[in-house]
């Protein structure tokens, strides 16, 4: 019998595997609606459409084919990590020059898919939250806190001009995050306790976004079970988030938020499954995985409580994306008969 090398059997295109990662994505984008309003759903649609005629745009120029890159998925995914990173009633142009940056500055500058040294959905994030700060850091409340029985009528007048509402209207719908409303408070020597008691807090992180971390939690799990990621970097990202917040909450408890309120306040769990699984921007070996959530969890942790954003997700991604060369060199497996 002739001797083969084992190969992957029906290994799935690019197209499928983005698809997928775009189901997964449902849960937590349907029960953000339910929460916050139609607000993602504006964003996804101008993301949307941003990314397919700024690509376009750029196979021409590069004279590339501009179906079968389009089609792949990959700018879409991209666009809708986008979309769910930024305050659902931001202004409509901060969701169209973001997705523009993250296709120029975060993937093609670098030769297109499989070629780009960041992650692109946070190369866009990070240049809209340092321009600009008030808008990306000001969020829309639950919606059943809202003050006026505001509607998604106003969501979308806010989204597409908001001199058609009135400051009250305004301040009724907007708030700082959980994250950011814990580091302000703090500043002003207000203890733990007492800042959690505000309406804007859940049982253990922010009021709502609780929910739709469990939504993104159930797709991450979706997605293992079809292989489109590996349990490395969710794990140790998670974990160590986890255990590092825990020792913090335990040394004081006055200061430093528990270990679940880190996890289910922010962009945890949608970092865990969504952002650091970057297939082309993350490590390949296993170690490697593993050291590399674990690094992006300390730096995410760090920023959070003594970084002068309430959020460090995005800092921390790029970061580490730089070191992926250097993790790879120094986590590849023994060659099978050497030393």
């Known amino acids: 019998m002739e001797n083969r090398s084992p190969y992957v059997v029906n290994a799935p295109s690019i197209s499928i595997i ?84 993250c296709i120029i500055f975060g993937k093609h500058l670098y030769g297109g898919l499989g070629y780009n040294l960041f992650n692109p959905a946070m190369v866009g994030y990070a240049i809209l939250l340092i321009s600009f700060p008030s808008i990306m850091t000001h969020w829309q409340i639950p919606s059943n806190l809202m003050i006026g029985h505001t509607d998604w009528l106003d969501q979308i007048k806010v989204i597409f001009n908001s001199n058609l509402l009135s400051k009250e209207t305004l301040d009724a719908m907007s708030s700082a995050t959980p994250l950011d409303y814990i580091k302000t408070q703090l500043t002003l020597n207000q203890p733990l306790a007492t800042i959690q008691q505000d309406k804007i807090f859940g049982f253990v992180g922010g009021r709502g976004l609780e929910l739709i971390n469990l939504g993104y939690l159930a797709g991450g799990l979706y997605m293992l079970k079809e292989k489109i990621i590996s349990w490395h970097l969710p794990v140790a990202f998670l974990s160590t988030l ?13 200061t430093f938020a528990s270990p679940l309120f880190h996890i289910m306040s922010g962009g945890s769990i949608l970092c865990a499954f969504f952002i650091i699984t970057d297939p082309v921007s993350a490590p390949t070996t296993p170690k490697g995985k593993i050291y590399f959530g674990m690094g992006i969890a300390l730096l995410v942790l760090i920023i959070r409580l003594f970084g002068g954003y309430p959020e460090g997700i995005a800092f921390a991604v790029l970061f580490l994306n730089i070191c992926v060369p250097l993790i790879d060199s120094l986590t590849q497996p023994r060659i099978f008969g050497h030393k």
């Not at 986890?242 to 006055?254: Q, T």
């Open 18 to 101: 983005m698809l997928k990662v775009l189901l997964a994505l449902i849960p937590g984008i349907a029960l953000y609606v339910y929460v916050f309003g139609l607000g993602v759903i504006i964003n996804i649609l101008l993301a949307s459409v941003t990314v397919v005629l700024t690509e376009s745009a750029i196979l021409a120029i590069r004279k590339l084919p501009i179906k079968p890159f389009i089609l792949d998925g990959s700018g879409l995914v991209t666009a809708w990590l986008l979309a769910l990173s930024i305050p659902s009633i931001a202004p409509w142009w901060i969701i169209v020059l973001g997705t523009i940056l």
């Open 242 to 254: 986890f255990i590092s917040a825990l020792l913090f909450n335990i040394i004081s408890p006055d």
